[in-house]
């Protein structure tokens, strides 16, 4: 068969299939059979389609080594592709970077000149470079630098490249909001909480950060909050686990308000961690290590490929707590040794302490 035919039967095979996994394993076998041919077309669109299937997810493992290769095709055949094609998945390398708590932070810093260097030479602004930016300042916590980048993004022209007007202003509304200036925040956001703007998860990640930080903050504003959250949840049939970050804050919202549906939604959020980048790993046992203090036994249905899968579905709270607390320091350990400061662990020891 025609090595053309090959590839195409199993772009046709995946569309077929809903398990994340299995695509991703027909995405490989189609890019082997272009490498095979050094067909660096076919190896350019499939890997950029692996990314984009990636993306969508809690995890970042196939998507550094595809794009590392994209870069190096590009860059060897300079003028064969437009890098514009790929500029935007470039956006979230760099955020997947920073996520990753082995990458070093002159990488990081490496990555975002190089994007910045590509966005302007191909006729963008440097919008979205500041945007990506505000990213790593907020992962920091350095919301004054991160105030900053957001009006040099803003003094720059809006382009394709930018993120998108919901996602820049739900951004402003969290700088705000986890500096303690709720009122501030909440008025911020009204453009997002009237639905003026939305896209992917947009209202729904404010909705969930309002939630479970006015609820931190003793405002009874926050169930209403968690009613618009649970809303949008609902209106989306079932997001995705890149809103991973999300769904903890509305879990760990259940859990302090003893909410009915709370392990319900703790099993269908479990399994995210599998594979899952550093930073949402963190932020998962972040939230989910308190609902472990309780104590005592609880039957769930969770997925065999966690660590502390049981096959009775019956699990000791004790040791969950335990697994999470560990993660949770592990990681901070390993991301404030990499950022030079001590933010993670302080912010683990109390939640977690």
Avoid at 318 to 339: G, I, P, V, W
Wanted: glycine residues 4%; aromatic residues 14%.
């Amino acid at each position: 068969m025609n090595y053309n035919l090959e590839i195409q039967k199993v772009l046709l095979k995946i569309e077929e299939l809903k398990n994340f996994e299995d695509k991703v394993v027909a995405l490989k076998e189609a890019i082997q059979i272009a490498d095979q041919h050094n067909d660096i077309d076919w190896g350019f669109d499939l890997r950029l389609n692996l990314i984009r299937q990636e993306r969508n997810t809690s995890r970042c493992v196939e998507s550094f080594p595809a794009f590392a290769w994209i870069l190096n095709i590009s860059d060897t055949n300079e003028g064969y592709f437009d890098e514009a094609e790929f500029l935007w998945e470039y956006k979230w390398m760099y955020c997947s970077a920073y996520r990753n708590a082995s990458i070093p932070m002159e990488q990081i810093e490496s990555i975002g000149e190089d994007l910045k260097r590509r966005l302007v030479s191909n006729g963008f602004s440097k919008r979205a470079y500041y945007n990506v930016r505000t990213g790593l300042a907020m992962h920091l916590r350095d919301y004054k630098l991160a105030q900053e980048l957001v009006d040099l993004a803003d003094a720059e022209l809006l382009d394709d490249m930018a993120n998108c007007p919901a996602c820049e202003l739900d951004t402003k509304v969290e700088i705000l909001l986890y500096q303690g200036l709720i009122d501030e925040s909440l008025v911020k956001a009204q453009d997002l909480i009237n639905k003026k703007l939305t896209c992917y998860s947009m209202p729904f990640q404010t909705f969930c950060c309002f939630a479970y930080y006015l609820l931190q903050a003793g405002d009874d504003r926050a169930s209403m909050y968690f009613d618009k959250a649970l809303e949008e949840y609902h209106a989306h049939d079932q997001y995705d686990s890149s809103v991973g970050y999300s769904m903890g804050l509305l879990v760990a919202y259940m859990h302090q308000t003893n909410h009915p549906d709370l392990w319900t939604f703790f099993e269908k959020i479990a399994d995210w961690e599998v594979n899952g980048e550093d930073l949402h790993r963190y932020n998962f046992a972040r939230y989910m290590g308190p609902i472990m203090k309780q104590g005592g036994t609880k039957e769930l249905q969770l997925s065999s490929q966690l660590p502390y899968y049981k096959a009775d579905g019956v699990y000791d709270l004790n040791e969950l707590y335990h697994y999470f607390k560990t993660m949770a320091y592990d990681l901070a350990a390993q991301f404030d040794q990499r950022n030079g400061n001590d933010n993670y662990k302080t912010e683990i020891e109390s939640v977690l302490s």
